[in-house]
């Protein structure tokens, strides 16, 4: 349907999390789509609830409370269309990324082609890969159908062979995953997805059609040695994820119906979003987006259209919390500590927090340890996804990250950050942003619910996020520099438009605001000394026209790679003074 | 709002469904009464494949391969047993490695599973069998004194509750276990040293009851052949003093320690369960409640983790937590006079 019919109508966006519900109103205000308001609920896929409809209510409910109107008829059933008494909604979208990792195997010919490719689309969505299969493994193929078997996957992914080329090795591929899924019982047998040598579709439909839970086949994610592309595959993806999450948790099937099948796992939602806002705002450098929810960290990057998309079950801060040592040692966490906290008090909190995902701190230390978990986990999905970055999204010094016209940040860490300081810093610590970028704050976690309903509506993401449903925290000048600790390496001048000006001497390692508020710009002078680096290059002045946010102008000038000394009780000094210096 | 529940309950009904992971056959039947070591379902499972490539062997091709096989799907070999055979003068043939049944024939190919291994599903609590689910397993009911903990090390057993712990806080050392406790569930308190888990072990007892454990002895706990269950959380916690008062006023009774994994989705959780007698049968309890004033509440998380309260109020709106952070809370009377806010998604009912 053309979104000129459309554009008038009220949506209603639904968000299953791990650990929260948000129900969300979108609808036409003086003429233009704006964020009307959320409410919000515990999910309850899990246990004793087992449905995630009882969350799903609960959240219109609150949103009922909020705006005064009525969404649910007394006994629960979704009002839709719109009534004229105001009751009502006209349409609903939906996105999930509550349930377990999807476990998958992935399945390929040569491990640094088609295996490290399906891999990468293995990333696009909430999978934990446990099998992989390629020509480099040794082992019998009854071998390989067993650990197929033993593993009990959710999702096959099967790739391997450019459009066209050799077909044999594949074929004994198909054989292994074919047998392990008749082996399997028929309600546990995989989805699979095909995204391989495209001659072969119609001999995979015939070996495997019969065996899957439901197969589906994409074009080759590996056309060419030399290409690779997710995006169809992707797209496949997120719908046999929803298909799966349909047979794992009850209510998602209702929820597919009220949305007339308008739902995505969230992830996919908010890169869809990255990739659409990057080609609209021409981005020449690119859009960062990330999320620490409970299910996943997620990273999503957009440079001149192309998506890259990394969702990192293994950061989530609920029920995996458990696994993060796996990934890093205490120290890396401990690191990020302003509070002296014993680090068995720590490994303890990964712990009970995994016992209890929807928790939050009620206590000082607490909130401590879970802002110092949550930088640790941003900052290791961020450089597991900065390794997937195309070509033109490479930083001339590999640790450090590219220069990004815009980051855009939610999920209950920084969202529900106990500041907005608090929120910036956090973003700071763990991307490390290097140039000049603007920081955003999807406080309400609209982003993915905005992916979706651009399914149903073109012109109501653009018009939200222009009407200001994102906190501008910002603009954050980052300086790089090689000099010690206190030496000058930046002096700035902040012009505003009344004619008056701030200045700033910034030493190296510090961190220093200038007021600019919200909706306001100004013209910054940067005269770097020493040859740093502000943005514009190394030892370059210059002026730029910067926007103002809650936090103002940031002068980051702490270093890249971010300068942490190794002695504790420094550190702690230090990471008091930069809290203190953004308001606690 | 809605809140979880925590099971601490003196007298309930107490219905648990046990089934196998794969098809078998249940050897339980309605009615039945069971005990928690009794078999009520057993299956056999192929622990692996063995594939044999007819094709290749006779270096033919897939079709006439095909037409050389001589058993049928389905079929039980024993070890040795003619699978197929290439005919003509110099006849060769292939025979079964080991004894197993033919899963697949096709594409020239023979795939057999082998290596059967045996899985008995038993009762895991004292009951009736109320429901038969054929091929899966049974509904066992029951009726007693039910306390649900966050972690198990996986295992089951039963046996008679001694308890070792005077306080909440109590900490259970090695030189407390003594050989009397041999073959007993053992109550204590919280264990901070692997010494005490291997000294139990070396008892042996049947099962062991904590209010919380040191994670570094997660591993240890794994190892342990005997159920270890944690009521309360890891890091030095006392026990809940609703769990402290069930439990040791039920000392020397028989109690089943079903120590299984905590299983968010499903909702098996590790559990006490002490079957009493009784003269009307009890109710099963509500799985969820909404808060209310009057509830009585356990606290998840830090400053107050692990205590009992009751519910005072519940105050509109969002409450400023010391953490800085607002959320919806409730004001929590706790068992020593003082009023408390906790944010609601830090409470759990317990009834």
New interface residues.
């Given amino acids: 349907m053309p979104a000129s019919l459309v554009q008038t109508e009220s949506i209603l966006a639904i968000d299953v999390g791990a650990a929260v519900t948000r129900a969300v109103l979108f609808d036409v205000v003086e003429g233009v789509y704006r964020f009307v308001a959320a409410g919000q609920?515990?999910t309850?896929?899990?246990?004793?609830?087992?449905d995630i409809g009882?969350?799903v209510r609960?959240a219109i409910t609150a949103l009922q409370n909020v705006i005064g109107a009525r969404f649910l008829t007394p006994d629960n059933n979704l009002i839709s269309p719109a009534q004229a008494d105001g009751s009502g909604v006209d349409a609903v979208v939906a996105t999930i990324s509550a349930g377990?990792a999807v476990k998958t195997v992935v399945v390929g010919l040569l491990s640094e082609v088609s295996v490290q490719s399906a891999r990468r689309l293995a990333e696009t969505t909430y999978s934990r890969v446990v099998e992989t299969l390629d020509l480099s493994d040794h082992r019998?193929?009854?071998?390989q159908?067993?650990s197929i078997v033993r593993s009990r996957p959710d999702l096959v992914l099967l790739a391997g062979g450019t459009d066209g080329g050799a077909s044999r090795s594949i074929q004994k591929m198909l054989?292994a995953v074919g047998?392990a899924c008749?082996?399997m019982?028929m309600e546990k047998r995989p989805m699979i997805l095909y995204a391989g040598n495209q001659k072969l579709a119609g001999e995979v439909q015939e070996l495997l059609g019969g065996h899957a839970g439901k197969l589906q086949i994409s074009p080759n994610i590996r056309p060419s040695l030399e290409t690779e592309d997710l995006a169809p595959a992707s797209h496949e993806l997120a719908s046999l994820v929803m298909r799966l999450r349909e047979r794992?948790i009850r209510g998602v099937d209702e929820l597919n119906t009220w949305s007339a099948g308008n739902i995505l796992p969230t992830a996919y939602a908010q890169g869809r979003m990255i990739r659409f806002l990057s080609k609209l705002y021409e981005s020449t450098r690119g859009l960062l987006s990330v999320n620490i929810g409970a299910s996943a960290t997620t990273v999503a990057a957009g440079f001149a259209g192309d998506l890259t998309l990394g969702v990192y079950p293994q950061f989530g801060l609920g029920?995996s919390l458990t696994g993060l040592l796996q990934h890093t040692d205490l120290d890396g966490i401990l690191r990020w500590l302003q509070l002296d906290i014993a680090p068995?008090?720590v490994?303890?909190y990964?712990?009970?927090k995994s016992?209890?995902p929807?928790?939050?701190?009620?206590?000082?230390?607490?909130?401590a340890i879970m802002q110092a978990i949550a930088r640790q986990a941003l900052y290791l999905a961020v450089r597991s996804a900065q390794r997937n970055f195309p070509a033109n999204g490479h930083s001339v010094r590999t640790e450090l990250m590219p220069p990004l016209d815009l980051i855009l940040a939610g999920g209950g860490a920084v969202s529900?950050g106990?500041?907005l300081g608090?929120s910036l810093l956090l973003l700071l610590d763990a991307i490390q942003p290097v140039g000049i970028t603007p920081l955003l704050l999807d406080q309400n976690n609209l982003l993915p619910s905005l992916g979706v309903a651009a399914t149903r509506n073109s012109f109501l993401p653009v018009q939200v996020i222009e009407s200001g449903a994102f906190i501008g925290l910002g603009t954050v000048i980052s300086v790089s520099a090689t000099a010690e600790y206190g030496e000058q390496v930046l002096r700035v001048k902040l012009a505003y438009g009344d004619g008056t000006e701030a200045r700033a001497d910034v030493k190296f390692g510090g961190l220093e605001l200038l007021p600019l508020p919200s909706g306001q710009t100004a013209k910054l002078s940067l005269q770097p000394l020493r040859r740093a680096d502000a943005g514009l290059g190394p030892g370059r002045s210059g002026s730029v026209t910067v926007t103002g946010g809650a936090m103002g102008v940031v002068i980051d000038a702490r270093g890249r790679p971010l300068y942490l000394p190794a002695d504790p009780v420094r550190r702690r000094e230090l990471m008091k003074k930069w809290h203190h210096t953004v308001g606690g | 709002?809605?809140a979880?529940?925590l099971h601490v309950l003196p007298m309930t009904a107490i219905v648990r469904e046990r089934s196998l992971p794969?098809?078998g056959r249940v050897t339980a039947h309605m009615n039945q009464r069971v005990n928690p070591t009794d078999v009520i379902a057993e299956a056999s499972f192929a622990?692996?494949?063995?594939?044999l490539d007819v094709a290749r062997t006779f270096g033919v091709s897939t079709t006439v391969a095909d037409k050389l096989v001589k058993v049928k799907e389905g079929d039980r070999l024993a070890q040795g047993a003619l699978v197929a055979e290439s005919g003509g003068f110099l006849s060769r043939s292939i025979r079964a490695p080991r004894p197993g049944r033919v899963?697949?024939i096709g594409?020239g190919q023979v795939?057999m599973?082998v290596g059967d291994a045996k899985i008995e599903l038993r009762a895991g609590l004292p009951g009736t069998v109320v429901q038969v689910l054929p091929e899966r397993g049974v509904v066992i009911r029951t009726v007693g004194a039910l306390v649900q903990g966050?972690?198990g090390n996986g295992r089951i057993d039963s046996g008679l509750m001694r308890v070792l712990l005077e306080k909440p806080d109590d900490v259970l050392m090695a030189d407390r276990l003594d050989v009397s406790l041999r073959g007993s569930v053992i109550l204590g308190g919280h264990v901070r040293d692997a010494e005490t888990l291997r000294v139990a072990a070396e008892l042996p007892i049947r099962g062991l009851i904590v209010s919380s454990m040191?994670?570094?002895l997660i591993q240890t706990a794994y190892q342990m052949r005997y159920p270890i269950l944690v009521l309360d959380?890891?890091?030095g916690m006392p026990m809940n003093s609703a769990a402290f008062k069930l439990l040791t006023t039920n000392k020397e009774r028989e109690v089943t320690v079903n120590a299984e994994h905590?299983?968010?989705?499903?909702?098996?959780?590790p559990e006490v369960i002490i079957p009493l007698p009784f003269t009307n049968e009890p109710d099963e309890p509500e799985?969820?409640e909404t808060f209310a004033v009057g509830l009585t509440v356990r606290m998840?998380?830090?400053?107050f983790?692990g205590m009992i309260g009751t519910i005072s109020n519940l105050p509109a709106g969002l409450s400023l937590?010391?953490?800085?952070?607002r959320?919806p809370a409730a004001e929590v009377k706790l068992e020593n006079g003082e009023t408390v806010t906790?944010?609601l998604?830090?409470l759990e009912v317990v009834g």
């Fill in positions: 609920a515990p309850t896929a899990e246990a004793p609830f087992r009882i969350g609960e377990p019998k193929p009854e071998q159908l067993d054989d047998l008749y082996l019982p794992q029920e068995n008090t490994r303890e990964l712990f009970q016992f209890y929807s928790s939050i701190p009620a206590t000082r230390d607490e909130h529900e106990a500041s608090q | 709002m809605l979880p529940v794969v098809a622990r692996e494949h063995v594939l899963m697949v594409g795939l599973e966050v972690w040191v994670s570094p959380g890891f890091g905590f299983d968010r989705y499903s909702g098996n959780r799985p969820y998840r998380r830090p400053p983790a937590l010391q953490s800085g952070l959320a906790v944010p998604v830090n």
